[in-house]
């Protein structure tokens, strides 16, 4: 079975610009969570998604961070436009079921903003 | 003051020694509580899961959870080479919504042959 998959792996980006992360969650899990470590910080929860909808966003940072789950599946988190604080490695992580404290991670994507 | 608070180490002990990892929190809601294990550029990894207070054991890990004190440890038997990683705490209550979890900074752990 494969694992939970974010693309891409690292992203170079200078400020002001646009970057897309991909996640793609173990098939079947419904849940699907993005979180986000900033250099010497612990890993901070973002938001999670029940398939589709948005069950919680509250730890999105500004609305310069846009996620969408469109279909259920695959998840982008969009952040436009890119400030440096927003450099970190972002996590995907999914569950297969709502009450569960069961989730698996995918590597994260590594984002530095120049 | 951090809701989780994991000393980020290095902790550095011989091959076959206990390692002993802890976390406290501050949050008496939180009832759920895993460890994970990151090694580099990896993502982290579910060891271990516990609910309320008590023990766990599978194989060479045990956690502990002592609510009274707002106190979480994991101890690995038997280190290993493998073992080398990075360890995080993570913690989530009843009150707040399912799978959001409070992450300690994570503990370095090296076992050195």
């Known amino acids: 079975e494969a694992g939970v998959t974010q693309f891409p792996s690292h992203s170079v980006i200078e400020k002001g610009q646009t970057v897309t992360l991909r996640c793609d969650p173990i098939?079947?899990?419904?849940?699907l969570y993005w979180y986000r470590r900033v250099m010497g910080k612990e890993i901070k929860f973002l938001l999670h998604?029940?398939?589709?909808?948005?069950?919680?966003e509250s730890g999105m940072p500004n609305n310069r961070f846009l996620a969408e789950r469109t279909g259920g599946t695959y998840s982008t988190l969009k952040v436009q436009p890119a400030e440096l604080e927003d450099s970190g490695v972002y996590f995907c992580?999914?569950?297969?079921?709502?009450?569960?404290?069961?989730?698996?991670f995918g590597p994260g994507t590594r984002l530095t903003v120049l | 003051q951090k809701e989780v608070e994991q000393d980020p180490g290095p902790l550095s002990v011989p091959e076959g020694a206990i390692v002993s990892l802890n976390c406290t929190y501050s949050?008496?809601?939180?009832?759920?509580f895993m460890w994970y294990r990151q090694y580099s550029r990896k993502g982290p990894e579910l060891l271990m899961y516990?609910?309320?207070?008590g023990n766990k054991e599978d194989g060479r890990f045990t956690a502990q959870v002592d609510k009274s004190s707002k106190y979480i440890s994991l101890f690995i038997r038997d280190s290993q080479p493998s073992d080398s990683a990075t360890y995080l705490c993570?913690?989530?209550?009843?009150?707040?919504?399912?799978?959001?979890?409070?992450f300690g900074a994570g503990t370095q752990v090296v076992v050195t042959p």
């Open positions: 998604f029940v398939k589709e909808s948005k069950q919680d």
């Open positions: 992580a999914s569950s297969p079921r709502l009450a569960s404290n069961e989730q698996f």
């Open positions: 993570a913690m989530s209550s009843s009150t707040d919504s399912w799978g959001k979890f409070q």
């Open positions: 516990t609910y309320s207070s």
């Open positions: 098939s079947g899990h419904d849940n």
């Open positions: 949050n008496s809601a939180f009832q759920y």
